[in-house]
């Protein structure tokens, strides 16, 4: 037995190794089947395991716990089932989810990135605050040009929480250079709580700020959310259950 699995492990069949005592035997065909179909579908549970701890989501979600309502607007020739099939991740196209605070923004960009590292791409994933930091602090340290490669590997960008802190020129630039990396070369997620025409607050340049938009709009799906905050009304909620339950 542990010459099987030496010979196993020579030919990287860590999983076989760990695994084929306890698949049942009917017969041969269906036995090596099996332990073959182990050793792959495990392989591919530990490359998905791997590919969300390398995103750095800040919490993960699922397609399938999402509430898809009607103040979520799609775009008229693009459908819900287009999303969530990740059919702009194939066209190196981006999506851009645009609203107020709380109206399941990041969770619908996370839930997209998760399904995207399932199917076996690579995501990564900021918010744009920590991004712009790791940017000025590669520039200082001189290693910027590392952190872009490690960029540059991912299949699809997410960037978070756009418009909720203004840039310094410095960081709106180096940022801009990192989206214009992006540009027909991998499919980016922003999500953003300021329509376009108020971008201009956060990274201080007109010009810029045209160039940057010109490039996410382009080959772009523009989703629109117009309802109140889920975590507003959540909050309302409890505080309505306790205010009756006390009276």
């Known amino acids: 037995m542990a010459d099987l699995k030496e010979i196993c492990k020579s030919l990287y069949l860590a999983y076989i190794a760990d695994g084929f005592e306890a698949i049942p035997f009917e017969n041969k065909e269906q036995y090596l089947h099996d332990v073959l179909m182990l050793e792959v579908h495990s392989r591919q549970a530990t490359k998905i395991t791997r590919l969300l701890k390398k995103a750095k989501f800040r919490e993960l979600k699922w397609l399938k716990d999402y509430e898809w309502n009607e103040a979520i607007h799609l775009p008229a020739t693009t459908t819900k089932e287009d999303i969530c099939d990740l059919q702009f991740l194939k066209g190196k196209q981006n999506l851009l989810l645009l609203g107020s605070s709380g109206t399941g923004k990041t969770h619908l960009a996370t839930a997209l990135g998760v399904k995207a590292c399932e199917k076996g791409h690579e995501v990564r994933f900021f918010r744009v605050a920590d991004l712009v930091g790791k940017l000025e602090e590669a520039l200082k340290e001189g290693t910027l040009e590392k952190l872009k490669r490690q960029i540059d590997k991912c299949d699809l960008l997410i960037l978070d929480e756009v418009g909720y802190i203004p840039f310094q020129k410095q960081g709106a630039e180096l940022l801009f250079h990192i989206i214009a990396d992006c540009y027909e070369h991998k499919s980016v997620i922003v999500t953003s709580n300021l329509e376009f025409g108020q971008w201009n607050r956060v990274f201080g340049d007109n010009r810029l700020t045209t160039a940057l938009v010109d490039r996410l709009v382009h080959h772009a799906h523009v ?14 909620s409890s505080v309505s259950t306790v205010v009756g339950i006390e009276g």
Request: proline content about 0%; hydrophobic content about 45%.
């Open 223 to 236: 989703v629109a959310f117009t309802g109140e905050s889920y975590r507003l009304k959540n909050a309302l």
